[in-house]
């Protein structure tokens, strides 16, 4: 599904529990693609094949598998990095997330390229793609979210859904830190709020309104 401009969603169609997947198509030098969450491998109750389901719909929008450049996670728990590490390794891809996400990730099988810190994050050489990457702790210790003022999309992993928010059960989770991000990412100015699972919703809300009243409720 095209968002914006060359920013496409994958809102995960399956049964079993897996993560939503976006991908910037073409943002990077030779026209390589970013991808942010690729998700399970396989979904671990019904072997759902996660990461062929997410390159068969990327094919479909002209996104070649063979043409990742990097993919950045969010953070590291299995249902939206364990594909990383097979894109990673099969396709040559570079793995980025931040550093208190690392031993996660190594715990899962992976191997970080880049280190990501808040701030801005530059894509492109000719025509460039400007990101702001947003530390977003609370749901897990090194997540983050990203942020895209040009087109006000903020890819908000498992901070934020459709009227919930992330679990702050999970090692490393902590209830006060997702608060206090929730409420910075509040005052974003977005049009696009992109979450990281389809629960209630496929996680994809359209338009400042319904953004802000997703946040509100959320906030109660
Ligand atoms: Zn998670």
Not at 115 to 125: F, I, N
């Amino acid at each position: 599904m095209n968002i914006v401009k060359n920013l496409y969603a994958y809102v995960w169609p399956g049964n079993d529990n897996n993560c939503n997947s976006f991908v910037f198509k073409g943002v990077l030098n030779n026209g390589k693609h970013l991808v942010v969450d690729p998700g399970h491998l396989f979904t671990p109750s019904y072997q759902e094949p996660g990461l062929s389901r997410l390159l068969e719909s990327m094919e479909k929008d002209g996104i070649s598998s063979a043409s990742i450049g990097l993919v950045i996670l969010t953070h590291a728990h299995p249902d939206h990095c364990e594909s990383a590490i097979v894109i990673q390794q099969e396709m040559g891809a570079l793995v980025a997330l931040h550093e208190a996400e690392e031993a996660a990730f190594k715990r899962a099988g992976g191997k970080v390229d880049l280190y990501l810190q808040e701030g801005a994050l530059e894509l492109g050489s000719n025509e460039k793609t400007d990101l702001q990457i947003l530390h977003s702790p609370g749901h897990a210790p090194g997540h983050v979210t990203i942020y895209w003022p040009a087109e006000k999309v903020l890819i908000a992993g498992d901070c934020i859904f459709y009227r919930s928010t992330g679990r702050t059960d999970f090692p490393g989770g902590n209830a006060a830190a997702l608060r206090s991000t929730i409420a910075r990412l509040s005052r974003f100015d977005i049009e696009y709020l992109l979450c990281g699972h389809p629960y209630g919703n496929p996680g994809i809300l359209k338009g400042r309104d319904k953004v802000q009243e997703n946040f509100a409720y959320i906030q109660g």
